[in-house]
């Protein structure tokens, strides 16, 4: 029983995972890879623009095409070749991480980079060149992809690696969906003994000790990542606690140790006085003082990657008026380190963040070409949207960025000026020449 | 487990035929779509199945039956499950104006779904054993205005599979009739969905459960029981005043 035509209805409304901007769009499906472009869209007025859509798991609108139409990805979920001596994976571009990851897992095999989710598509991890806990070794996502087929408007096709259409390899790679499809994919998988991690917990109670920590930890462990108290300020500034690991090189720890992985849902929009400084400083002390000074242990990679997927749909949390996720990096220069400025100036800001992330990015540049990642310290905040305030605050961090030289991550961004985007990717002009002229994005028409 | 799905480029069979691929069952497929049927078998290879076999063809077309049940049997040295999961829904409007349209629409709902049943029958019924299970709806429990030719094609394969689960009963062959409610195919993916729509993979869980436990009727989600049961209870001077 499946449908005709695409259909070609207004009333979707559509949220990224931040739920701020809301968006309208019709909705097309590609039905397979095979499928051509002008079949996809077959009864669209010809004057709108296209984005390709996986998941909606981006935070802000670099997925979004309000009053224009998103290309739903959801039927490329096919898996095409996994070579059992190269590890070379080639796979549709709408499958999630998560369904990857269960497949080969079991046969010894991991991806070489993931985020903090594994509910995002394939396609969507290389449009947006996502980097994860071990940037520091691996670089991002896009390091790793071996080739990929970009589908154009026009119903050409074009299948990009480094030495075959390398301009549009680049372009593609954090490219935001804006030069066509991502159809297809190869990646180079890394072999792995077993499903665990081996992991050692330590907190921090200064910033400084941080960077103590990242810097002998990064050479040592393939994982490193901290999480941080942005609301403690003076002599424990950015307090926190440091996760780092690696994978477990025996093979006879059995999955039989997994507790089951139950994944509970977050029932409704929660009201919005839930989330208050008041409860944020709550939740970061406790969150602090209930972690020991030192400990290791092994855990299994959902929990150790993947901690908040363990709860559907979390974001809302944040109630209906949704939140902003603001991931900045700046240069990494010890403790002159504008990071310090930053944090300084969002711990005085009166806002809150409820989650907060800091972490060193490695030197390995990535391939894309408005890749986010560069060599320095990356920090997110999860920051209730409260209206001009919270967007106040969070232009006055882009000039704070902007003056240290580092840039702001598209794929989390809502907000963000078109003088800061300009600032951020001087790569912008070349970019264009790679942009398919009838894909767009509410990101986009913001930025340019 | 050995199973042959026909009508396998349909999105419920395709997510039926991954969990036994993961499973590492074995497979053979027939639909009319050969370029789908290939990226299909391809897909199922990776995810674990043990072999794959295919042949391309028109369900409608009987004279090809025995052949598929053959090259099936031959190619995974015996088959312990039939899935005949083909059907189109057509549009109601048209087929009320073209009896050419509406013939097809009960040809390969209600007449080839019926006679691919029988066929498996007679496959099975030499060796006492195996699963023959039939994608129904809860659209042939009542006849309503808005589609009634899919509809009546189901109750007939509804009633014909209820009269083939009592001729093999003794025989030890099981006939399992299911019936889904709405399924989310990829074009309402971003639809304000209610709470009756299910995706293919929990359609998909039901019938491998239903399939393993040689259950006769089973409506999936579970819920649509009820609902159905509600629904035909309701009087027929009733029920043709009502707009569904």
Not at chain 2, 110 to 124: E, G, R, V
Request: hydrophobic share 40%; proline share 4%.
């Amino acid at each position: 029983m499946t449908l005709k035509y695409p259909s070609l209805d207004w009333d979707h409304t559509i949220e990224s995972w931040g739920k701020y901007p809301k968006s309208k769009s019709i909705v097309c499906s590609l039905g397979s890879r095979k499928q051509e472009f002008s079949q996809s869209v077959q009864g669209v007025e010809p004057e709108l623009s296209y984005l390709a859509y996986g998941r909606g798991r981006s935070y802000g609108d670099s997925c979004l095409n309000d009053g224009n139409v998103l290309l739903s990805t959801e039927k490329l979920s096919r898996f095409i070749s996994l070579d059992a001596q190269t590890g070379i994976l080639k796979v549709e571009a709408g499958l999630t991480l998560k369904e990857v990851l269960d497949h080969i897992v079991p046969q010894g095999w991991f991806l070489p980079v993931v985020p903090g989710t594994q509910f995002v598509t394939i396609g969507g991890a290389i449009a947006n060149d996502i980097h994860g806990k071990n940037h520091h070794v691996a670089g991002t996502f896009g390091c790793h992809v071996k080739s990929l087929e970009l589908l154009r408007s026009d119903g050409s096709r074009r299948v990009c690696s480094l030495t075959q259409n390398q301009d549009w390899f680049k372009a593609t790679v954090g490219g935001l969906g804006l030069t066509g499809i991502i159809i297809w994919a190869e990646i180079q998988l890394k072999k792995i003994a077993c499903p665990w991690i081996s992991r050692e917990t330590l907190r921090f109670s200064h910033l400084d000790r941080f960077f103590e920590y990242t810097l002998d930890s990064d050479s040592k462990f393939e994982y490193t990542v901290g999480w941080m108290d942005c609301l403690s300020q003076g002599a424990q500034l950015g307090r926190g606690v440091f996760f780092r690991g690696n994978h477990l090189l025996l093979k006879d720890v059995s999955e039989n140790k997994v507790k089951s992985d139950k994944i509970k849902t977050f029932p409704f929009n929660a009201p919005e006085f839930v989330l208050n400084r008041f409860s944020m400083k709550v939740f970061n002390t406790v969150y602090y003082h209930t972690h020991p000074s030192k400990k290791a242990e092994l855990v299994h990679y959902r929990p150790f990657f993947f901690p908040l997927d363990g709860i559907n749909h979390w974001n809302r949390l944040y109630g209906k008026r949704g939140f902003f996720q603001y991931q900045c990096v700046v240069p990494f220069e010890g403790t002159q380190s504008p990071i310090y400025d930053i944090i300084e100036t969002f711990a005085r800001s009166g806002l809150g963040s409820f989650l907060t992330v800091i972490k060193t990015f490695g030197q390995k540049p990535s391939p894309g070409l408005l890749s986010f990642p560069r060599p320095g310290v990356t920090l997110t905040l999860d920051v209730p949207n409260e209206g001009k305030k919270t967007l106040r605050v969070l232009e006055r961090l882009d000039e704070k960025v902007v003056e240290a030289g580092g840039r702001v991550y598209p794929a989390k961004d809502a907000r963000m000026s078109k003088e800061s985007f300009q600032n951020y990717f001087p790569e912008r002009a070349e970019f264009e020449k790679f942009k398919d002229p009838h894909f767009s994005s509410s990101f986009w028409r913001r930025v340019t | 487990m050995k199973i042959l799905i026909l009508g396998a480029t349909s999105a419920i069979a395709e997510a039926v035929a991954r969990k036994i691929a993961s499973q590492h069952g074995e497979l053979f497929l027939v639909a009319r779509n050969g370029q789908t049927l290939e990226m299909i078998s391809q897909d199922l290879i990776v995810r674990g199945a043990t072999r794959v076999g295919q042949a391309v063809g028109d369900l409608t077309f009987q004279e090809k039956y025995t052949e598929w049940f053959e090259a099936a049997d031959h190619f995974m040295k015996g088959i312990d499950v039939v899935l005949i999961a083909h059907g189109t829904l057509g549009e109601q409007r048209e087929l009320e104006k073209d009896p050419d349209l509406a013939f097809d629409i009960f040809n390969v709902n209600f007449i080839s779904a019926a006679l691919l049943s029988q066929a498996a029958a007679n496959y099975f019924e030499k060796g006492r054993r195996g699963v023959i299970a039939v994608l129904g709806s809860v659209a042939g429990d009542r006849g309503r205005q808005s589609n009634y030719f899919y509809g009546s094609a189901k109750a007939g394969l509804d009633q014909f599979l209820e009269g083939l689960r009592n001729r093999m009963f003794l025989s030890g062959v099981s006939v399992v009739t299911i019936k889904p409610g709405f399924v989310s195919t990829p074009m309402t993916a971003h639809l304000r969905k209610n709470f009756l729509f299910a995706n293919p993979e929990v359609i998909a869980s039901g019938i491998l459960k239903a399939i393993v436990k040689k259950r006769d009727i089973v409506y999936l989600p579970w819920f649509w029981k009820y609902i159905m049961c509600v629904i035909k209870m309701i009087p027929e001077f009733i029920f043709k005043r009502l707009k569904l």
